[in-house]
């Protein structure tokens, strides 16, 4: 019986608090920082709604650390999966998302919708 292996990954990338700052705050209102953060979703939307009209970029300033930890975090599993090969057993198949509870994730959800449809008409407003 052998016990839990340990795979060591070196070269995994790594991204950097401090150039995600500086694409934030050079390019954030065109998602950069998202960018290359590996979150293109992310970046499209903040690219056609210049950064959430402003209010993605301050929640970004205090969460930047964060989504750089999970973006590395993230690079190293890949890495780490891929370092394993097909001898090994694969990892149990993930959970499907449940949605959220209750009125919370209404209320998230209609909120987002609400900002993007506000964001929609500034520039609307803005083009004409």
Request: with cysteine; hydrophobic share 50%.
């Amino acid at each position: 019986m052998s016990g839990p292996q340990i795979v060591v990954v070196q070269g995994a990338p790594q991204k950097d608090v401090g150039v995600a700052y500086l694409l934030w705050f050079f390019l954030g209102a065109v998602g950069a920082h998202k960018f290359y953060l590996g979150q293109a979703g992310m970046g499209l939307l903040y690219l056609f709604t210049v950064g959430l009209c402003g209010l993605g970029l301050i929640v970004d300033l205090i969460t930047i650390p964060a989504q750089v930890r999970n973006a590395n975090q993230r690079a190293l599993r890949a890495a780490s999966n891929a370092a394993q090969g097909p001898h090994q057993q694969p990892n149990p198949p993930a959970q499907p998302a449940r949605p959220p509870k209750g009125p919370v994730g209404a209320v998230g959800a209609g909120l987002a919708t609400f900002l993007v449809l506000v964001c929609a008409i500034l520039i609307w407003n803005a083009i004409r």
